[in-house]
């Protein structure tokens, strides 16, 4: 019963450094979500996808690029890092057919960039 | 400008009594609204929901009101329990997709 799982948990990088955080859901969801949570701010959406090889933007968009090759996973990347993208990475999925549904969260990747 | 708002950043009930989690929101096209629990260290957690159709909703210990004319929604927990210490996310939608979270409410309930 795995739901959202996130990779990697834990990571740091250096400024100017490239990476990419798995997310991969086995729910079958149409919809997936990256958000970023910094201390006072809540979470906000990064990007999100309605479906496999669809990808938007949401509030907090720039530094970031995201891919969903496949239906159950949804990659985010960052080319540069700078120490603002310093934050708590979480990924959620959620079903949405005709009414709002709730999204269903992994539990997070804690990226720091020195 | 913060769309949906939690003005407590914290609050201590003791245990058995009521919690009354508070959120605001300014987005009058916001039509359903969900409450989100979060433990250290984990992802949040789907707790209730509302639609703007209605204005109460209930799930056991849990009960969420809208108020839709005060663009307000509250959460209340009765009987509070120590297990329900963790922070309280508040979230609403305009779409099927898109979620606006408010910054949180940390919880703590006193044995």
């Known amino acids: 019963n795995a739901g959202v799982t996130q990779t990697p948990k834990f990571r740091v990088l250096k400024t100017g450094q490239s990476m990419t955080l798995l997310c991969a859901q086995d729910?079958?969801?149409?919809?997936m979500y990256w958000y970023r949570q910094d201390p006072g701010m809540g979470l906000r959406l990064i990007h999100y996808?309605?479906?496999?090889?669809?990808?938007a933007k949401g509030e907090v968009p720039d530094g970031y690029n995201v891919s969903r090759l496949k239906k159950q996973n949804f990659l985010l990347g960052l080319e540069s890092a700078a120490p603002s993208q310093t934050s708590v990475y979480f990924c959620a999925s959620s079903l949405q057919i005709i009414t709002n549904q709730p999204q269903h969260f992994g539990d997070g990747t804690r990226l720091s960039i020195l | 400008d913060q769309q949906v708002k939690q003005n407590s950043p914290s609050l201590s009930v003791q245990e058995g009594r009521i919690s009354i989690l508070n959120c605001d929101y300014t987005n009058s096209m916001f039509d359903y609204f969900l409450w989100y629990k979060k433990y250290p260290a984990e992802g949040p957690t789907f707790l209730i929901s509302i639609s703007s159709i209605k204005d109460k909703n209930e799930d056991g210990r849990f009960t969420v009101f809208l108020n839709k004319s005060a663009k307000h929604l509250s959460l209340h927990i009765v009987p509070s329990q120590p297990g329900d210490s963790a922070v309280y996310f508040c979230?609403?939608?305009?779409?099927?997709?898109?979620?606006?979270f408010g910054t949180g409410t940390r919880l703590k309930v006193l044995a």
């Open positions: 729910m079958n969801h149409e919809y």
């Open positions: 996808s309605v479906g496999e090889g669809t990808t």
């Open positions: 979230a609403a939608s305009d779409a099927a997709y898109k979620y606006i």
